[in-house]
């Protein structure tokens, strides 16, 4: 089935920038988008100026506390939601399921809160899926997995005119569930995908079974569909989720840590009380000292923490698209992952997935800058190791960190963490990558491995290695029939 609603304008491994068509709305949200939480019983910012101070397209509000609400049910079928929380972008409405999942229960169905939402005027809704949790035994997930499916199939049967509707995405900590459900969703006629049920992941740092479970569900999904990590609010990992290919994320934690006096960053969070300096230039910061912003009143010092943390938000997302833009999304996650070590887990994780990150990655982009040891095993270094199983050098060859030699019928440049490729792509994308003096072994290793790829496609060519100094790790993965030698005793 073709879905029109959303277009990619601009890929980095599986991170992309897209327009969300949103016809309820009349508007088109540029992805990836933050979705701020708005909770009108406790509004921390107008959302009037979410949109004109921050630039909010987007916002998301829950209309089970509308539709239980007896202050504001009545005002939101009368007036609508735009008018309820004078905001004319998108508005996007949770159905419940967050509720279901803390309380246990809730007096909706599917077809009633859909209605519900349709009537006030939602531009995206959600029927009453099942968020289950990380870590329950195999029997539930898939149970509960069946429940939400069915919930899903009755939502496209629910007249509810030009409002999107969201397909969650379940599945517990099972990839193989994940990627099950991210399919069945794909093929209803649903249009936007929440990764659901991951906010328990975040909230213990297990930003590599949130990685495991993303691969999971876009393996299911379309390149075209829109995915929503729903409930990851932390500009912390918003780069790693985004080079998975997620393109929304809602946040409720910047009014929510506010409250508390916790202050965002992107390298992590900061109790108000440890701080002597601000580390950020918004307009919060820039005029106040910490300790200024203590002495203020609860109400008032929750609102211009809460503005602070939505000014680094929207900071980090436009930083995380300008790098799609400039092709060095990767390395911002690389950069990003050195503030946690559990965000060093998720970005190995991520690197796991490289085969994966590699269908969608462009062919060519900005420089490659070798970072870390995690470099060695980009989406890039394994897209060469495949094309270096389709070239065919013959006679002898020559394969060098040193000099080319008129002694063989070929020589080819060596280039950790490549590996092998002829002297004519030494220009091209990603060989011509910045890659540091004092180079680590996972680099020698990965150059191995990419002459081994060489050396069993091409059983015939009689190749010699001229290494400067590799460590042994990486001298022992190559095949005996090479013939090595090492420029640093000759
Ligand atoms: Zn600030």
């Given at each position: 089935m073709e879905r029109d609603i959303f277009e990619l304008r601009a890929q980095d491994g599986a991170g992309r920038i897209g327009e969300l068509t949103v016809p309820r709305a009349g508007v088109t949200v540029e992805t990836p988008a933050l979705l701020p939480v708005v909770n009108p019983h406790v509004i921390t910012v107008e959302p009037s100026r979410l949109q004109s101070e921050f630039g909010a397209e987007i916002l998301i509000t829950n209309s089970y506390i509308l539709y239980k609400s007896d202050e504001f049910r009545e005002e939101a079928l009368d007036d609508g939601l735009h008018e309820l929380l004078d905001f004319d972008g998108a508005i996007m409405t949770d159905s419940g399921s967050f509720q279901l999942a803390e309380?246990?229960?809730?007096?909706?169905?599917t077809e009633e809160i859909l209605q519900f939402q349709h009537d006030v005027g939602s531009d995206i809704g959600t029927p009453v899926d099942i968020p289950t949790p990380p870590d329950v035994d195999r029997e539930q997930a898939e149970e509960e997995l069946a429940t939400t499916q069915e919930r899903l199939e009755l939502a496209e049967t629910?007249?509810?005119?030009d409002m999107l509707v969201n397909a969650p995405v379940q599945g517990s900590t099972y990839p193989d569930l994940r990627e099950a459900a991210g399919k069945h969703a794909y093929g209803t006629t649903l249009d936007v995908f929440p990764v659901g049920a991951v906010v328990p992941l975040m909230n213990e740092y297990r930003y590599g079974d949130m990685v495991d479970m993303v691969a999971g569900a876009k393996r299911g999904l379309g390149a075209d569909a829109p995915v929503h990590l729903f409930g990851a609010g932390h500009p912390m990992m918003f780069a790693l989720a985004v080079a998975m290919g997620c393109d929304l994320f809602d946040s409720a934690a910047y009014a929510l840590y506010a409250r508390d006096d916790r202050y965002l960053t992107v390298r992590g969070t900061e109790q108000l009380d440890d701080l002597e300096y601000f580390p950020c230039s918004c307009p919060i910061c820039a005029n106040n000292t910490p300790d200024e912003i203590r002495q203020l009143g609860d109400r008032e010092r929750e609102e211009q923490l809460a503005e602070h943390n939505l000014h680094v938000t929207y900071e980090e997302i436009r930083t995380i698209k300008q790098a799609i833009r400039s092709g060095n999304l990767l390395e911002l996650v690389e950069n990003r992952a050195r503030a946690h070590p559990a965000m060093l887990d998720g970005y190995r994780a991520l690197v796991e997935h490289s085969d994966q990150l590699e269908r969608a990655d462009p062919a060519s982009k900005g420089t490659f800058f070798y970072l870390s040891s995690e470099s060695a095993y980009r989406p890039e270094v394994v897209r060469h190791h495949e094309r270096l199983s389709r070239l065919n050098p013959d006679g002898r060859v020559l394969l060098t960190e040193g000099n080319p030699s008129s002694r063989y019928d070929e020589s080819w440049n060596v280039v950790p963490p490549f590996g092998p490729f002829p002297r004519?792509?030494?220009?091209t994308y990603p060989l011509t990558a910045e890659v540091p003096d004092r180079m680590d072994t996972d680099a020698f290793e990965m150059a191995a491995r990419g002459v081994v790829r060489l050396v069993e496609e091409n059983p015939e060519t009689e190749f010699t290695l001229a290494h400067r100094g590799w460590p042994e790790s990486a001298v022992k993965l190559?095949?005996?029939?090479v013939h090595l030698v090492d420029l640093d005793d000759v």
């Open positions: 309380y246990g229960e809730i007096s909706v169905t629910v007249d509810v005119g004519a792509l030494s220009e190559i095949p005996e029939s």
